[in-house]
Structure formats: C-alpha cells, structure tokens
C-alpha cells in the first residue's frame, strides 16, 4: 500500500460510522463495505491530503488511483473519484485503459457515472480521436463498459454527438439490464432538454422497453 493510500484509509477510518455505514451499504445492495463517512466529512478529510500530495504527470495519478481501488471501503474508491477529478487534466489517450479498468472493478452506478461523465467525458472532449475507440465499447461483454458508452456524452449538452447516442442506444434498445436501460433514460433524457423534438421522435419510432420510453418522456 502507498503510503499516500495510508493517508487517505487513516483519515476516514478516524471517521467511521457503524450505523451509516449499515445505511450507506443498503445503496448499493450490501455489495461493498462503508466505513459510514459521509461526502462533505470526507472530501474535508481528504483534500488536505490531495493539497500536500499532487501527482507529477498521468502515470503517476493512475498509479495512486489504482492503489486507492484496490481497498476494501467504498469511501476510498470515491475519495480516488476526487483525487482522479481533480488532475484529470494529466490523462491522456494512453490511459484510456487504465480507465476501462477502474469501470470494471468494484463497478456500481456510483463510481462508474463519475468517471464516465466527469473523466472519461471530459477526455474525449480534449481528445476527440478517442472517441473512434470508446465507440467500440458498446459491444463490450460488460455491461458497466457499455453503460459508460451511453452516458459519457451527458456533460456535452447540445454539443452532443446525436448521431453516435442514437446508435449506441438503438444496438442495445432490446438489452433487458436495468443498467443499460436505465443508462439510455439518463443520455437521452439529458439530451432531450437541448433537442427534445427529436429525442421524443426517436423514442417513439425505436423499440425502447416501456418503462424507459415512459422516463425519457416525463421529462422532457
């Protein structure tokens, strides 16, 4: 463990709570374990600790990162969110990877949104050539990759790739996931707050599940 790492577990174990932990593990159906620190205690833990502890360049961000992941308490891996948020101008195409990765592991709707929309969004607006590759993602085996596809467009409003949201949302329209539809209700929602003609054109005229049509509709 680095001792960067070390910091960061010390400092939010000094914070524990048993009982919000109990309530902050049912979120995400007791799949991980909470110490029970809750966002604005622990972002005023951890800051400090990010102030004193700047990576020199991407590699080094991802090698922090990764360390943080590979704890155990929830807490952590969203205290490596900020950390990754706040110098996710180091990264570069060659991390596209190593953001796969984080996707892919201890993966729930948490972590995985943040970096979808917050990190790799924002790379792929600094490097568009990469979004040939993230558009491959969307036949990916695991459902938090195809997940992130959908959804790393939100934060580009109505600079939005209309063209690439629809396919990825038409390939998989027939997906039974309730990640995957859910992750489809989220982008064209979004979108349609900036183009809501055509996104209720397209929803009604494709074979989206009833329940996700009926979402995307009611807000827009």
Known sequence: MLRFTQEILLALQALSNEEEAKNMAKSTKEQFDFLGVKVVPRREATYPIFDR??????????????????????????????????????LGG???N????????????????????????????RLPAIRGKIAAWIRDPNVWIRRS??????????RTDWNMLKDFCLF???????????GIGK???????????????FVLSNPFSPMTTQEILRHI
């Open 187 to 201: 982008a064209l929602t979004e979108y349609g707050k900036y183009n809501p003609a055509e996104v209720r054109r």
């Open 53 to 90: 502890n700047p990576p020199k360049d991407g590699d080094e961000l991802a090698k922090r990162v990764e360390d943080l992941w590979a704890q155990s308490y929830r807490e952590v891996q969203y205290a490596a969110c900020d950390y990754l948020f706040r110098h996710r101008h180091f």
């Open 172 to 182: 998989c329209a027939n997906d039974e996931d309730f990640n995957i539809r859910n």
């Open 94 to 96: 060659q991390h596209l």
């Open 98 to 125: 190593f953001l796969k990765h984080l996707i892919k592991t201890r993966s729930w709707r948490d972590t995985v949104d943040t970096i979808a929309t917050s990190i790799l969004g924002e790379l792929a607006w």
């Open 149 to 158: 596809a959908i959804i790393f467009q939100i934060q580009y409003r109505e």
